[in-house]
Structures are given as structure tokens and as C-alpha cells.
């Protein structure tokens, strides 16, 4: 996805934004998750403000017109707190100038749902969400994911580390039930692990959402987390080694569960 170029037209500055994915499971995800399942992510360094009009460009390998469409600014992620996962940009939901530019992109999405349902033999990836504002923890934590997904019981799936440096922020990230296993820090700021968790426990579609609970807080972080409906609670600071056998205990306990 990149930041093309801008336009001048009828004495005025038209922010036309290039948006290219390099699949049609990229397109439908970023749409599906952002700006409540209408919207898309825009990685840009040019700064916008909450609320800016803007037109961008849609094209993706299959589609032979880049499609033309309009949106608002619902938030932003600026370069100061951009990182190589998570890049500089911001959440654009559509602004549809005529039903049929609606009409366009809902008979987008729909076809490539209905192929992607089609594709046989493959699996959704396995998705885990790491909320922890520290984010030399939060390293450590994907890395111990990653590293243990190697032989885990979910190795012939394909990983995805979903990252959230807040609670608020990890709530947004799998509201839609789009996680396999959550690792959440306790104390973080907007809301915190076990708010988070409660969320959680009252989704319906999240509810058996497996649940590892870190943090510094001692017996009281520790009773709270398992009232709110944390599965695990483990002590900060966190040895591979520890995280390894939670995961394999709290996975084959859900996977004994369920078969």
C-alpha cells in the first residue's frame, strides 16, 4: 500500500491516495476490520487529521481497474509511533457518493468471500492477539509465540500475531472474533487486562477464547484476572521456557475440550 501522489484540479488540492493490496485475503481483512466492517487501512506518511476527506484507489492482482472511492479519516497512526509491523497510516471508512459505487464495492467483497470460501484444503490462520504496552515485552511475548508455533498444535496453520499496545486498541483488534489466543498484559492504560478480559467473556462469540493473563501485579492483579475470566496468570518477567508450557497446557486442554 503506498502513498502515490496529489492532484490539482479546478484550483483546489484533491488528496488522491494509491491503495494496493497483494491479495484479495489482504483487501477483505483490512475491510473487514477497519472503521466498523467498512473500511480500509492507508499506510501514509502524510498527515491527516480525524474527520479529512479523501479519495484513494483500490487495486489489487485480478483486479483489472483500480477501483475509485471516497472516505473520511477515523484515525490516524503518525510516524512517531509507527513500527515495522505497524505502519504509519490511517483507518478510512467508505463515503459512497452513489449507490452505485456501494453497489461496487459490496459485489467486490462478496465474490472474493464467496472464492475465498471455496479455496479448499486451507485453513484460516491461527490468530493471536499480544495486548502489552512495553513494547520490549511485547517483542519478547511474539517472539515466544512465533517460536513455539513452530511445533504447537496449531503448527500446520499459518501464524498471525495481532499486536495492541492498549486495551481499548486490543478490544477493537478482536471484537469481530478474530483470535485463536489472547496474551494480555494487566496494567495498561484506556482499559486494562481485566476489563479487557470481561469484555471478552461477554462476547458470545469470544467467550471460549483462551486467555493468558502477565503482569507485575502480584496476588490482587492475580485474583482479578481470574474473576474477570483469565484462564492463566503468569508473573512478570516471563521466561520462554514458562510461556512455552502455558501455551502447550492451556491448547491442549482447549484442544482435549473440543475433541
Request: charged share 30%; hydrophobic share 40%.
Amino acid at each position: 500500500m503506498n502513498d502515490e501522489k496529489s492532484q490539482r484540479r479546478h484550483a483546489r488540492i484533491e488528496i488522491i491516495l494509491k491503495v494496493e493490496y497483494d491479495s484479495s485475503e489482504g483487501f477483505l481483512a483490512d475491510y473487514a476490520k477497519n472503521a466498523s466492517h467498512g473500511g480500509i487501512f492507508i499506510a501514509t506518511n502524510r498527515n491527516f487529521a480525524v474527520g479529512d476527506k479523501l479519495s484513494f484507489d483500490i487495486s489489487f492482482p485480478g483486479l483489472l481497474e483500480p477501483i475509485r472511492c471516497h472516505g473520511e479519516v477515523r484515525w490516524q497512526r503518525p510516524p512517531v509511533k509507527a513500527t515495522e509491523e505497524k505502519p504509519a497510516g490511517i483507518g478510512v471508512a467508505f463515503e459512497f457518493k452513489s449507490d452505485e459505487q456501494k453497489r461496487q464495492i459490496e459485489e467486490l467483497v462478496k465474490k472474493l468471500d464467496q472464492e475465498d470460501s471455496e479455496d479448499a484444503g486451507q485453513e484460516p490462520p491461527f490468530r493471536v492477539l499480544v495486548a502489552e504496552d512495553n513494547p520490549l515485552v511485547r517483542e519478547m511475548l511474539r517472539f515466544g509465540v512465533r517460536k513455539f508455533h513452530r511445533t504447537g498444535p496449531a503448527a500446520g496453520r499459518e501464524l498471525e500475531v495481532i499486536e495492541a499496545e492498549n486495551g481499548r486498541e486490543a478490544w477493537e483488534q478482536i471484537s469481530g472474533g478474530v483470535a485463536d489466543l489472547a496474551i494480555i498484559d494487566y496494567y495498561m492504560p484506556v482499559m486494562n487486562g481485566a476489563q479487557l478480559i470481561r469484555k471478552i467473556r461477554e462476547t458470545e462469540t469470544l467467550q471460549s477464547l483462551p486467555v493468558i493473563v502477565v503482569s507485575v501485579g502480584g496476588e490482587e492483579a492475580r485474583q482479578d484476572s481470574y474473576a474477570a475470566g483469565a484462564d492463566l496468570f503468569l508473573d512478570k518477567p516471563v521466561l520462554l521456557g514458562q510461556l512455552f508450557s502455558s501455551l502447550r497446557r492451556l491448547l491442549g486442554l482447549q484442544q482435549q475440550a473440543g475433541g
